[in-house]
């Protein structure tokens, strides 16, 4: 069976102008097919977080084309990216980015609620993604009630209760010890495996690269494969 591909770019540019001019992403080409794990790894400032900002449309490109899907969606407008990112895509970031002042199922539903979603079903899917993930017990803590790695499981949930084509996740584990950070590529790899989710992951951490089913690398705005 052919692998289909997910995500494509065509010779994509990103360049900065401020405070200087500086090219961060010299045309890229990588192509990251339906189901894989794909773990985008580089020193840092290597210009891997600007390369998944630019794929998973939170950023526009100086030039080129992304395909996602079939569909080429660099040709969006804002509020059709918008569109796409809440039904496609679910985020995963260092700092975990959960609403203070919200549970965990609050945090977990918000996803569902912006697609429409009715608050019980919302609710009880959520609850089966964190029971899922192993926090049954912490369904109604606030995150400053919860340890990092639990925090960091939380947004998990949120990014895949919609059941999104493709999970974004920059540098995910920076923040955590070791046991949290294992814990947190499992349940990525598992993800993946069990849901068909298709995983981008940005590390600065080898070791953890080297658990996806393939590794991009970046060094000075250029991908080595
Ligand atoms: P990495 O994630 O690999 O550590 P980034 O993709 O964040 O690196 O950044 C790549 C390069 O682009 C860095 O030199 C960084 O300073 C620069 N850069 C990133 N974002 C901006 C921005 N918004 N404005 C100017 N320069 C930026
Ligand atoms: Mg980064």
Redesign the pocket.
Known sequence: MNATSIIKTKDLNKS????VE?Q??KNINVQINQGEFVSIV????????????QISLLDTPTSGEIIIDGVTVSDFDQNQKTQFRLKNMGFVFQDYALIPELTATENVILPLLMQGYDHDYSIKKAHEVLKTLGLEKQINNLPNQLSGGEQQIVSIARAVVHSPKIIFA??PTANLDLESSKAVIKILEETCKKFKHTVVM?T?EEEYGKKADRIIR?VD?RVEE
């Not at 580089?42 to 900002?53: A, D, Q, R």
């Open positions: 900065f102008h401020d405070p500086f961060a992403l580089g020193s840092s400032g290597s210009g891997k977080s600007t390369l998944l900002y920059d540098e940005v600065h970046v705005g």
